[in-house]
């Protein structure tokens, strides 16, 4: 896959809704393309409208600066080189966990993000969704 198609963006999506409802909570996860253009969003019942954008945006921001959004939330601590960051580029810059970069042979193709939860849950549903897309490029 060297591309995220809107066929793969589901594969990915329905391993993440699966681990939200293993959890029991509602999650929106979107997926976007190698140059952070959306490709598919996903709502559940009962998620916070708040996470729709969250959700998108945590996607845009792990391929915008090329690293899971947990790392950036480290760096962007007052005190650290990045601090600050989330204030560029409109708002749309998320510093904290939920967002992970899809990579195929060291190329970034993708993210996902995910929101609704915890920062800790976003995480592990957006860690289901890479999971997925790991085990499809093994496949190919």
Avoid at 99 to 121: D, F, H, T, W
Wanted: aromatic share 4%; hydrophobic share 45%.
């Amino acid at each position: 896959m060297s591309q995220i198609t809107l066929q793969a963006a589901k594969t990915l999506m329905e391993s993440a809704e699966n681990e939200a409802k293993r959890m029991g909570v509602p999650m929106v996860i979107c997926i976007v393309d190698e140059g952070g253009n959306f490709v598919a969003c996903h709502r559940m019942d009962n998620a916070l409208l708040a996470s729709v954008d969250i959700a998108q945006n945590k996607a845009w921001t792990a391929v915008a600066l090329k690293m899971p959004t947990a790392l950036l939330a480290e760096l962007a601590t007052p005190g650290s080189e990045l601090y600050g960051i989330h204030a560029t580029n409109n708002g749309r810059i998320v510093i904290f966990g939920g967002g992970i970069p899809l990579r195929m042979q060291n190329k970034i193709v993708g993210a996902v993000g995910v929101s609704g939860g915890s920062v800790e849950q976003d995480i592990q549903v957006a860690q289901a969704a890479v999971q997925a897309f790991v085990n499809s490029e093994s496949t190919v």
